[in-house]
């Protein structure tokens, strides 16, 4: 399933946009998925789980553990994935964003949409 939101910018350039932590944390996970392509995962202190994929570039070779605060550019906008590592173009350049915690042990997803639109967004498509 489609667990998280799609965000698009104005101009769809790949590499255009910057992608910023929204929250302070440790990398947990960063390099290439097939469906997500190069993407980066947010552990915050509180344990929850920030999914940012489809970049086109990180802000810096990043590593494992290293801590991030909120705020920091991660990356940029991209169109990543759908493919071997390095497969760019198969769809829209876009952001997906997936926030998840765990109650209970186990792994819930949440729509970022109301974080978001209380953060000032208003349009964003997100399916789930």
Partial sequence: THEGCDLFGR????GFYPVISMTSGTVAKIGWLPLGGYRIGIRSSHGGYFY???LDTYEKDFQT???VSAGDILG???NTGYGPEGT????ATHLHLGI?????GKET???PYWILRLAGEKKLSCSF
Avoid: C, R, T, V
Wanted: net charge negative.
């Fill in 11 to 14: 101009i769809s350039e790949s």
């Fill in 52 to 54: 940012y994929a489809h």
């Fill in 65 to 67: 553990g290293e801590e």
């Fill in 76 to 78: 940029y906008m991209g």
């Fill in 88 to 91: 760019k173009g198969m769809f």
């Fill in 100 to 104: 998840y915690l765990y109650p209970d």
């Fill in 109 to 111: 997803s949440y729509n």
